[in-house]
């Protein structure tokens, strides 16, 4: 099991191109192959590969059970400390440490690095789910309790199953697939109680547009599917929403104390400490 970080920090890695004669554990579990040749070679390496992201799956709960209320964070990594996302991003998590949750991100640089930032800076727990990928993507510094996968598949079972929401700030293709990954969950039931934030009106404004003129208007989805996704520009809003869902869940389902049922353990938010003036 990784270690937490210490005192010096872990330089954020680059995206430069990986050596072609190295892949990823992903893609060597999604390759077809076509030679019958080497069928049996093939389902036995399947076959045994099945104990190590069971592996994976062991080290991602033993890691996280007891890691109390905790909200997920996505966005881009390519976005600069020096961007308005950057410091809203930040701002947020801060606001989110202070409320007494967690933040888990991806581990990586840009909204990542910003949101494990902020959640160190409002005496909040700061986890990274990094992840391998076709290029070096080091643990940012922000992180103090880190855990690397190999399989998206399970890395995306953490972000869920130990989040009490999902704020997505704006990203690229991951960032959308973990958006509506989220969506088909609590649109299907498989997750209650769970907001979904995106933040960034004018980022958003196209795509959640699209979703009721053309997805609604069609058929494909509901009018009440809407009102999963608040669209924000407001830290303060944001972590409103998610606490307001937080206090209601605890509520509806009588969870009181620290061992009860649920995700990251429904316990009470901390609230911060009052400085007198």
């Not at 972590?239 to 995700?263: F, I, K, M």
Request: aromatic share 10%; charged share 25%.
């Amino acid at each position: 099991m990784t270690s937490e970080s210490g005192e010096r920090p872990v330089p954020r890695g680059r995206h430069a191109p990986m050596k072609s004669d190295r892949t990823t554990e992903d893609e060597r579990l999604l390759t077809r192959v076509t030679e019958r040749r080497r069928e049996v070679e093939i389902t036995t390496a399947d076959s045994w590969r099945v104990f190590r992201i069971m592996g994976e799956f062991v080290e991602g709960f033993d890691t996280l059970a007891r890691l109390g209320p905790a909200v997920t964070v996505f966005g881009s990594a390519r976005t600069k400390p020096d961007h308005p996302d950057y410091a809203a991003a930040e701002e947020t998590a801060r606001l989110l440490g202070e409320r007494g949750f967690a933040v888990i991100t991806g581990g990586g640089p840009g909204i990542m690095e910003a949101a494990n930032k902020g959640a160190i800076a409002g005496g909040g727990e700061s986890v990274g789910c990094n992840i391998e990928l076709p290029f070096e993507q080091g643990m940012n510094a922000y992180v103090r309790k880190p855990i690397h996968f190999r399989y998206f598949f399970v890395r995306k079972t953490m972000f869920v199953k130990y989040a009490e929401a999902f704020i997505i700030f704006p990203g690229g293709f991951g960032t959308m697939d973990e958006l509506f990954e989220a969506l088909t969950l609590i649109q299907t039931g498989k997750v209650r109680d769970f907001p979904v934030i995106l933040f960034g009106r004018a980022y958003w404004a196209g795509l959640h547009a699209w979703m009721r003129e053309t997805m609604l208007s069609s058929g494909g989805i509901d009018a009440a599917d809407l009102e999963i996704v608040t669209v924000t520009d407001s830290p303060e809003e944001a972590v409103r929403v998610v606490s307001d869902a937080y206090e209601a869940a605890c509520a509806r389902r009588g969870d009181v104390d620290d061992t009860a049922p649920g995700r990251g353990g429904f316990r009470a938010p901390v609230q911060p400490p009052r400085v007198n003036s």
